[in-house]
């Protein structure tokens, strides 16, 4: 079978609106470390880990060895309706890693479902469908998530069950808050929050969600101590703050194991996915026990913190505390990001590499603007394909390269793929000249 069979086979049956990357979409057929291979036996250097889900890497003998045992029992699924170990085991890591005090944990099987389930408890716990959410933001793509997303792109529907307010981002290249340095940004953006409180709520609101790094966003982020900020205010009427950590978590900046704790505070919810399930659908929301105890009825997940998706996720938080792969994603990120700044920041159709860790992008402008150029971010993107790397896009204008490689990079894989996005980014430029 070729590619070209299997592609107009997924568009025979699959929606268009279910996006496919590359003028010549590709299928992975295998992998090993931070490499796959496609289907014409082209293997390339991944570089985005299946939207930063891969996080230890493909094959990796620990976490394969984990699901085995697992699914050698016979048991791949009995509901938690019946006691699970792997699940119990992996909550009690998860709650002990989270820096939240009283911690409870709640299992299902996807950031959004997270999300929701994270929506669910503030507004029962305050009795409130009111909202506080962060323009350019992504959390999902149910009802709930998508009300408090701040993407247009990405939010398919105009239904909403809840009332949202939307502050001000992190941008650093447009909007109001921009043109301020990052002392004079926090002071401003707790100014818009105080004034959205007065404005655009009853005043009783449930909670502000918000990621540390906005994802889909484009790897933007506000000044460290933003957080901090605004928590003072929202705890002047018990507003919930809600981290939105499906990709900042377990480590991935680099700096700190959460992308909260550069903002010197503590969320009173905090939502995961992505990474801690390397491949295996796993996500889940931690919390106090009293916000997380808020549900007055029966709801529980049928597939949620699942027998063989929590044997992976310890696993993969064992691997990843062994390893202390943190450390690596601040030491190997550096390399790429200093690496970056050095060979393409000086770029006119560069406009900022930015990020933390092992998470970074770079955003394309035309030429001595801040106009977004997504045309270029195409051509870079498929210049890294043909050089035998993996990456992302996304930003609002959808004009960022997206890098998340797993997390378990090595520093010689680091260069290797920094040479060819050097060289992508360089020669798609003298294109566009």
């Not at 609106?17 to 931070?34: A, K, Q």
């Not at 820096?99 to 997270?114: H, K, L, Q």
């Not at 818009?192 to 409180?197: A, F, K, Q, S, T």
Request: net charge negative; hydrophobic share 45%; with cysteine.
């Amino acid at each position: 079978m070729t590619s070209d069979d299997l592609l107009a086979r997924h568009r025979a049956v699959l929606p268009s609106w279910m996006p496919l990357y590359y003028d010549e979409p590709i299928e992975l057929v295998s992998g090993s470390g931070r490499r796959v291979t496609d289907a014409q036996g082209r293997t390339y250097l991944d570089f985005f880990g299946g939207v930063l889900t891969n996080m230890i890497g493909y094959d990796i003998p620990e976490i394969r060895e984990a699901v085995e045992r697992q699914v050698a029992t016979g048991i791949v699924h009995s509901s938690t309706l019946y006691l699970i170990r792997q699940q119990v085991e992996l909550a009690e890591k998860v709650a002990r890693v989270s820096g939240i005090p009283d911690a409870r944990v709640f299992f299902t099987n996807s950031g959004t479902e997270a999300n929701e389930a994270a929506l669910l408890v503030a507004t029962n716990h305050r009795r409130s469908h009111q909202i506080l959410a962060v323009r350019n933001s992504y959390h999902g793509r149910s009802y709930a998530a998508m009300g408090v997303t701040g993407n247009r792109s990405w939010s398919a529907s105009a239904l909403n069950p809840l009332q949202v307010a939307w502050l001000h981002s992190g941008e650093r290249l447009r909007g109001l808050l921009s043109r301020l340095g990052p002392d004079e940004q926090v002071d401003a953006a707790v100014e818009d929050l105080r004034e959205v409180l007065a404005t655009q709520t009853a005043g009783d609101v449930a909670c502000l969600i918000a990621e540390p790094i906005q994802g889909v966003g484009g790897f933007v982020h506000p000044p460290d101590g933003l957080f901090a900020a605004w928590k003072k205010v929202l705890d002047e009427s018990g507003i919930l703050f809600v981290a939105d950590e499906v990709q900042t978590g377990w480590g991935r900046t680099g700096e700190h194991f959460w992308g909260y704790q550069a903002h010197g505070v503590t969320p009173d919810l905090l939502t995961f996915a992505k990474g801690i399930g390397n491949g295996f659908a796993l996500a889940g929301v931690v919390g106090r026990a009293d916000v997380l105890e808020s549900v007055p009825a029966i709801s529980f997940s049928t597939f949620g913190g699942n027998p063989v998706s929590t044997a992976a996720g310890n696993a993969v938080l064992d691997y990843l505390l062994d390893h202390d792969l943190q450390a690596n994603a601040a030491r190997v990120g550096a390399i790429l990001a200093d690496g970056l700044r050095s060979a393409v920041g000086d770029l006119d159709c560069v406009a900022e590499v930015r990020g933390k860790g092992l998470m970074l992008g770079v955003e394309f402008v035309r030429p001595g603007t801040t106009e977004a150029d997504p045309a270029m971010t195409v051509r870079v993107f498929e210049a890294c394909k043909a050089g035998g790397l993996l990456a992302g896009k996304g930003g609002l204008y959808g004009n960022v390269l997206r890098m998340g490689p797993p997390l378990t990079l090595t520093e010689e894989e680091a260069r290797e793929g920094l040479a060819i996005l050097v060289d992508a980014i360089r020669c798609s430029a003298e294109v566009a000249a």
